[in-house]
Nanobody, 119 residues
Framework: QVQLVESGGGLVQPGGSLRLSCAAS????????MGWYRQAPGKQRELVARITSGGSTYYADSVKGRFTISRDNAKNTVYLQMNSLKAEDTAEYYCKTDITYGSMNYDYWGQGTQVTVSS
């Protein structure tokens, strides 16, 4: 079993910044990747950014150049630095991890943290 604890959401004005954190705890052989998804009201959950154990990153086109994902392997924590925030970034943000335990891969989700961009 793996637990993901997110923090860092809140209310910010357009153009502002926020930093989300997600700490993983539990048992695994390997964390394959950690990532951030978001879901706005009435919309499907979408991938925002993802980082592999080797440090490779992926960003959705809508956040490229504004968001940066990073990872502290020693702390099993992933961060999402969000700059130049826009109203359309408003959503519930979820952390997700894919781990290997035994011979199987498993996905786990965090509980979500709300990001609201509004003046």
């Amino acid at each position: 079993q793996v637990q993901l604890v997110e923090s860092g959401g809140g209310l910010v004005q357009p153009g502002g910044s926020l930093r989300l954190s997600c700490a993983a705890s539990g048992r695994w052989f390997r964390i394959n990747y950690m990532g951030w998804y978001r879901q706005a009201p009435g919309k499907q959950r979408e991938l925002v950014a993802r980082i592999t154990s080797g440090g490779s990153t992926y960003y959705a086109d809508s956040v490229k150049g504004r968001f940066t994902i990073s990872r502290d392997n020693a702390k099993n924590t992933v961060y999402l630095q969000m700059n130049s925030l826009k109203a359309e970034d408003t959503a519930e943000y979820y952390c997700k991890t894919d781990i290997t335990y035994g011979s199987m891969n498993y996905d786990y989700w965090g509980q979500g943290t709300q990001v609201t961009v509004s003046s």
